[in-house]
Structure formats: C-alpha cells, structure tokens
C-alpha cells in the first residue's frame, strides 16, 4: 500500500501547505467580494419594488438551488459564449469568479437575515425623527444586524474553505488539487486521509474562534 | 458489528502502515526501493533538453482559415488536457508546470505554427467539452480514436512512440490472479469493472464485457483507490499504466497483460494506431495542418525521444515490450 | 386657552385599510398649534393607526393629512424634512441600543441638521438635565429602567425641535411604579405650550392634561370635546360604554 502517512507529509508537507494557502486564499476572495456582492443583493431583495425583489430572488435561489460544480462548469464553459469579452478571464479567474457567486448569494440570505432581526421599531424611531433612510440603514440598523451577522459570516467562510475543494476539478492549486499532484506519484490513499485531517484541523480551529466571537458579542448586548 | 470490526482493522492497518512509514530510512523518493531494482533507465536527453531542442515541423500556414487564422492571429494556442497520465500527462510535483509526452507535442505543434503554447488543465470529461465550447483550440489528453468521438470531433494522426505497443487490459489485486485466464473470464454477472469515464477502455468494456458491471470513474487514480478497497474486482487501463501501477504496488496488483497476455480485443474496431489530437467539428484547416505536423514529427522519429523524456522525468517505465 | 386658531395639523377623509380589514374609515380632523390632543378609546379602535399616520409611519389608503399646510399623503413633499417637525415617542422606546445615552439624542441633529458636536451634545445635557439623566450620558441603553428609557426617547425626539409631538401609549409598557415620571415630562412639556396628540389609556392623566379629547372607536372619531365634557357628559352611547368599563 506504499508509504505510509507520517513519511508523506514529511516527504510532501511544501505541497501541502501550499494547498491550504491557495484554499485560504480562495475562500477569503470568495467571501471577501461574495460580502461585498452580497450586500448588494440583499439590498435588491429588501427593496420595496417588485421587479428588483424578483431579481434578487431569482438570483438567490438559482445559486443556492443548484450544486456549485455545475455552476463553476457553466461558468467556465458557457459564460464566455453569452459575453465574449470573458474570453479574457483565465481558469483560475472563472473558478474564483463562481465562488463569489455562490457565497454572495448565501450571503445576501446572511445579510437580510442580519437587518430583518433588527426589531422593526428602530426603523420607525429613526424615520420619526426625520432621519433618511440611508442614514438610517447605515447608523441605526448596520450596526446593529453586524452582531448578528458577524458570526454567520465567520461560519460562511468555513463552509467555503470546504467549497473550494471544488476548484481542485479545474486544477486550481488548492488542497484537494495536492490529491491529483501525488496521485502522479501514484500515491493514492495517503494523500487524502493527510487532507482531511488538514481540513479537519483548519475548519474545528476556525470554529473554535467563531465560537469565541459569539461570546463576545452576547456580552456587549 | 462485523461492519465495525472492519473499521477497527482498517484503522489498525492504516496507524501500522504509519508506524511502519515513519521507521523506514531517510528515502527522498516516496517510490518503495523494490520497484528501483529492475529500474528502466534513459540515458537520452532530459525532459527540458528535449523541450528547449524540439524545433518546429515546415507547414505551409498560407491558406489558414477559421480557427487555425485566429490561432495564428492571436499567437497563441490553447491546448487542454488532463493531466493525471503519467507519462503523457502529468503535473511536476515540485514546480506545479504540466508536462508529459503529450504537452511536448504540443509544444511541437505551437512551434510548427510560431505561436505560443498556454496548457489549460481540467477534468478529463471536461477536456473536450472545452475544444467544442472554444475554450481550448485542441484537446490533447492521451485520447484514443473511437467512432463516435470522430463524429463528434476532427481527430488528427495517430502518434505513438516507436515502440510502445498499443494494448488494453485490466488490472486486478494479485489474490485474484487465478481466477483469470481470457478476456471471457472477466464477461461474468457480478463482477465489477471501473474504466475512466469516456476513455477508450469505457468503449471497450462495454461493447466486450457486456455481462459485468462498468463503474466510470473521472480519474485513473480512483480506480486504484476503488480496487484497493475491494470496491471493483478490476479496473480496465492500458497496458503502459496498468504495467506501472502494477509495479508501483509492491506485488498488490498485476497486469493481466503481463502476466497472461490478456487484453481487449481491437480488431474490431476501425481504429488508428496510437493517440490522437482533438479539435472542434469543422475546423478541417486546424486538424489538416496538425496533420502535417505529426506526420513530420513521425517520420523524424521525435516522438520516441518526447515519450522516452517524459517517462524519466515522471519516474515511469516506458510501455514497450522489449 | 387656544390662543390663536392656527391649524397645524389637518386630517381630511383619512382611511387606513389592512389588507381587507378597515382600520381608518374616514376620519376629519383639525389640531391646532399649542393644543394638547388626548386620544382615548378601546384597543384596536385604531386610535394608534391614526397618530403612525399623521407622521406618515403609516401610509393612509385614501384622504389627506396636511401638516402646517403642506400635503403628506401623495409623496410631492420631502417626508424627512416634516418628519422633524414631528416628534414621535413610542410605546416600546426604541431608544438606540448601540448608541449611548447622549449619542441617541445627537446622533438626528449631527446628521440631519448638520449641527456640530459641541453645540449637540450642549443641547443634549441640557435635554438630559431637564429629565433628571445627566449621570447616565455616557452610559448605554441597558444600564436604564424602562421609565429612563422613555424620559430619554421624549428628549431624543425634543431634541429636533419639533413643531408637535405625538406620544403613542408611552406608558403602557411601564412598571406602574414608572408610569408617574414619564407623565410628569409630558406634563410639564404640555406647560411649555408644546403642541401634542397622545395616545394614552391613563384618564386621569387625559383629563387633566388635555384641551380637547377623542374618543375613537370602530375607525371613527366618534366624540369629541373638552375633558369635562368628554368624562363627566358623554352624549355618545359607546362613549358612555367605554368609560363605564375604565373609569
């Protein structure tokens, strides 16, 4: 069965951890810009217009109803078809673009989530006072849905660390990509138990620390 | 219980083999030492000399048109593959870079036309999804010539290296080995092969083992994986790889080509020797002028020289039987 | 005791529907500068419905509400802009919990009257004096008994300087033991000459404080007139049965 797993990681461990930085990478980026995209949608889907709110929820439900594979493959395969100028893109470029996708559509749902908790009367007390409603969604209810979005957002980012595995089908450096890197050096079973317990290790540490955050924004409440 | 039990064999095994692994000498290759012994040695020029040395086919390119114009315009061709095939295939472990015989055939082909070359790796089902989406210009990925792939695809030349022999079989786990003894004996109800999903072996199961049960797999490495776990009792691959992973296993499978000269049945098939280049449908000036490419490539005897680099430099004996 | 008949704030034909159920159905209506309004009547008579719709908190299915003769209902005039001439306390406070004490009342004038600092926070002590909460300026929200929650809520919104104030039930989801400091602030705002509709099931308090009553019940005003003649002669037979059953 070849080599077992201590000689492996001590023979391979670079490859390795370059694997982690590139799934580090890729899901900060994804949840980074899909944050930022994120936002916005939420703020589409909140909107008193019919045709806006339709859109974002046909976004919404388009990216989180089908399986983020099929969207990376359309992505890169079909994408470019529609809108020649995406011809430009690189691989790479396609595969981090159908992560923001995806992570912007969960996390629009985390953000509208995060505002529509905020109880109802904080709106009215900032319109009553004449305040207008881009102050008041920034002064008054941002700062307060933050604590209830923070911590879905830290849990976003650890679901997506397990996502990007997905990358590793467009031979983007990532850790489950490693896999088909040995794989050549016909290791076949060791890579993937050293993976998951670099997964594992990364995604129980990271929760750890979300856990942390939850206390800590409950003691400020 | 009996399901738990093998859990906590299996573990067993694996904290053994770990053990095991963490005693045994300070070896800089993974690769176990008994396979080195009867090591197959090139002493021709190294994989990167060979790159840098390849020089370019003579082609007439004044009459290019479709895809070949815009190739030539853009100067850039883009070729995809897979690149879990070692020799063919395959990516450097410590630079990350796509090499293989195959990625010096294609940059053979980019010099030929003065371009150059940008790999795009991908899944194996996805390479030709990409020449006919336009994402790659040619798909090269140690593809077989098969009827149906020809009417879906321009299929260029055969290439293969001098003496490489081109034969299909299946590998199985060592235990097995007598209960094999032809072709038919692996045409039973009940018995479970796993062929890489669209691969001439996929093609080959089906149509002659029409009694067993075809598992398709996107990569060659998990077949390995499925027959180690018991999962299939054989996994259908060509003669080349099953002769290198058999080696690679410390005696856990063998080749039922090497061991009792079986394998799948070509006469049958219409079929070009040795693998071939992928374009999209309808781009006759491309595939003519890739052609022209191999045929002077062949002749010249270069493809021998690419195979035999590629197999040093991954650290695979070539599939020839001499 | 109206000094002048100055109107400031007109209702005409104002109707509120909630999907099929009518809430508002046809209310006529003058408040006039310096009065105080008591609002009174039985739980979901839609007394409340009309006091969110005069501030436009609720939009009114059909009818008019003009404020100091500018026309709210039909979206030409700039909302925020009347809306701090109107200050509003709610039942529940909805003081800002991220804010401190002070920032919840400098927070609207900084940002919407583009007051400086200095001057905003002066004015906020002084707010803060009157009510008897200058120690707890710096503190947050949570640190406050529901009665100091709502004596800052008066204040944040005073601090507007608003034209009139609309109070929605502000003591009803007070500790009995509170209810009395709340309705001292608004009675002693009401002695300033502040112009104020409020809601209230306190009638005792109504009855003292108030120029004029009404009594709201099905969606209409259903009687209307000074205290003495609202508590002590009600002509209306539903009036008559409502103050049977508080009083």
Redesign the interface.
Known sequence: MGPGLIEVWMLYYPIFLKGLVGTLKYAAIAVFFGTLLGCFIAILHLSKNKIINAIAVVYVNVLRGTPLLVQMYIAYFFLPMAFPVMNALSKEQYVILSLILNSSAYVSEIIRGGITSVDKGQTEAARSLGMSSKNCMMQIIMPQAVKNILPSLANEYIAMIKETSLAGTFMCYELMYTRTLLANKFLMWQPLFIIAGIYLVVTLVLSFFVKLLEKRLAASD | MKKLLTVLFVVCM?LN??????N?KE??E???PDTQENAWVWDGPKYDEVKETLGAATIDLTAADGKLASILEKGVLVVATS??Y?PSE??D?NT?DIKGSDMLLAQYIANSLGVTLQI????FS?VL??VS???ADLGISGFGYKEDRAEQYELSHGYQSGTAASHHTLMIKKEDLDKFNSLEDFNVEGLKIDAQANSLQHMYVEDQLTNATLTLVS???QE??EL?SGKVDAVAMDATTAK??AE???G?FVSVWEEKGIEFDLTMYDQTAGNVVAAKKGEVSLINAVNEIIDQMMEAGLYSTMYYAACDD??VAPGDDE | MINEKEVIIEVVDLKKNFGDLEVLKGINEKIYKGEVVSIIGASGGGKSTFLRCLNMLEVPTGGHVYFEGNELVDGTTDLDAHRQKIGMVFQHFNVFPHLTVLRNITITPMLEKGMSKEEAEKEAMDLLKMVGLEDKANEYPRKLSGGQKQRLAIVRALAMHPDVMLFDEPTSALDPEMVKGVLEVIKDLTDTGMTCVIVTHEMGFAKTVSDRVLFIDDGLVMEEGTPEELFDHPQNPRTQEFLSKVL
Do not use: F, R, W
Not at chain 2, 17 to 22: E, I, K, Q, R
């Open positions: 694996m083999l770990v053990a095991c692994g963490s045994e070896n800089t993974p690769v176990n690149p879990d070692p395959y990516v472990v990350g795009e790796a991908m899944d996805a999804t990409a989406t336009d994402k990569s060659i490495d390995i994986l180690q290198n992973y690679q296993s410390n856990m991954a650290g």
